[in-house]
C-alpha cells in the first residue's frame, strides 16, 4: 500500500448529515461544504504522518499502525483511535466511527461511517 503523496479532494458524499451526526457546530459545516482540502501523507513503514490543508486551517496528526493515537477534529475536539492495516487499506476505529482509507487506482477513497450515516470521499493524487 503507498499512500504517500498529496491528494485533492474532488468529491465528497453525505459530508452535512456525516458532520451533523457527530456534533459538528455549525460554522464547521457550512466552511467545509464550501472547501474541498488537500490531504498530504508521509509514510515510512508503519509510522504516518497525515496533514489535512482547508484554506481556514492546517491539521497534522501521526500515528503508528497497532498503537493508539489521539487526533484533533478541525473544530478543535480530540479523540483517540487505533489504526491498522487490513489488505492494503488503513483502518481507524474508535466507539463512535470506522474510517477506511484505500487506494483504487489512482484515487484514494476514505469511507467513513458513525452510527447510520456513511461519508465517503475520493481524492486524485496530485
Request: glycine letters at 6%.
Amino acid at each position: 500500500m503507498n499512500f504517500n503523496g498529496t491528494w485533492k479532494v474532488y468529491s465528497e458524499e453525505n459530508l452535512e448529515e456525516f458532520l451533523k451526526s457527530i456534533g459538528a457546530p455549525q460554522m464547521i459545516i457550512k466552511m467545509r461544504k464550501e472547501v474541498k482540502p488537500v490531504i498530504i501523507i508521509e509514510q515510512n513503514g508503519k509510522d504516518f504522518t497525515c496533514t489535512v490543508k482547508t484554506p481556514a486551517c492546517t491539521k497534522v496528526h501521526s500515528f503508528s499502525l497497532g498503537k493508539e493515537s489521539e487526533i484533533t477534529t478541525v473544530d478543535g475536539r480530540k479523540f483517540k483511535c487505533i489504526v491498522r492495516e487490513e489488505n492494503g487499506k488503513l483502518i481507524a476505529e474508535n466507539d463512535k466511527f470506522t474510517s477506511v482509507r484505500e487506494i483504487q487506482g489512482d484515487e484514494m477513497i476514505e469511507t467513513i461511517t458513525a452510527g447510520s450515516i456513511t461519508f465517503t470521499s475520493r481524492s486524485k493524487r496530485v
